[in-house]
């Protein structure tokens, strides 16, 4: 099934230096959405690209998507301690019933 | 404050005992769903609802029951828990072709 799969599963940077993580999905898409989870807690939407933008920006966070790769980039600048989190992407199904997310990136800030 | 509520918080019980999972959102959003998450397959959806007296299964709805009532409540329904059904459960939801508002999850253990 249509399914947005994250890389690196895990990702360990120090303060300040910037975190990228990639996703990939398998059929064409009308938008991609990126989700942060603390640990145990729910998910909170960071950003929404649609299938004709190629890069949108939100604070520190930048997402690029190419449509030809069937792929997307989620940057975080700066990074902080709190931002020590699971990320996810997610695509919605064809029949737009639902969203289906990838397994994640777990990140984790040091300071 | 916009959000969604899910009660109760953690939850522990016996194989065969009925329990039911509260979910409130006070958006007026159409669309609600019920995911689960396990380590290692990420979330999956149960259970969606296009609006009040609409209901359908998502990928893992078996032993899984919702009812759509009202456009604000969307309960969870384990008529005879087994312990395949010990997982963090999310209820989520959005307005139409909206991002997702989830809920902070129940943990459910079953014995």
């Known amino acids: 099934s249509q399914q947005g799969e994250e890389d690196p599963q895990a990702l360990s940077i120090q303060e300040g230096e910037n975190a990228t993580m990639n996703c990939s999905y398998k059929?064409?898409?009308?938008?991609l959405q990126w989700y942060r989870q603390n640990s145990g807690r729910g998910l909170v939407h960071l950003i929404l690209?649609?299938?004709?933008?190629r890069e949108k920006h939100s604070g520190r966070l930048r997402v690029t998507l190419d449509t030809s790769k069937k792929s997307s980039s989620l940057l975080i600048t700066a990074s902080r301690a709190a931002d020590t989190a699971s990320y996810f992407c997610?695509?919605?199904?064809?029949?737009?019933?639902?969203?289906?997310f990838g397994k994640g990136t777990t990140l984790s800030v040091s300071s | 404050e916009a959000q969604v509520t899910q009660n109760p918080r953690y939850l522990i019980t016996v194989t065969g005992k009925k329990l039911t999972v509260t979910c409130s959102q006070n958006?007026?959003?159409?669309?609600m769903s019920w995911y689960r998450q396990d380590p290692g397959l990420g979330l999956r959806q149960i259970y969606y609802?296009?609006?009040?007296?609409?209901?359908d299964k998502g990928d893992v709805p078996e032993g899984y029951k919702v009812s759509r009532k009202e456009k604000r409540n969307f309960p969870l329904i384990l008529e005879s828990p087994s312990p395949n059904q010990t997982s963090l459960y999310f209820c989520?939801?959005?307005?139409?072709?909206?991002?997702?508002?989830f809920g902070n999850g129940t943990r459910l253990t079953v014995t």
């Open positions: 989520a939801s959005s307005a139409y072709n909206s991002p997702l508002h």
């Open positions: 059929t064409s898409i009308n938008n």
């Open positions: 690209i649609r299938s004709n933008e």
């Open positions: 997610a695509t919605p199904n064809q029949a737009g019933t639902a969203l289906i």
């Open positions: 958006m007026n959003h159409e669309y």
């Open positions: 609802s296009m609006n009040v007296e609409v209901t």
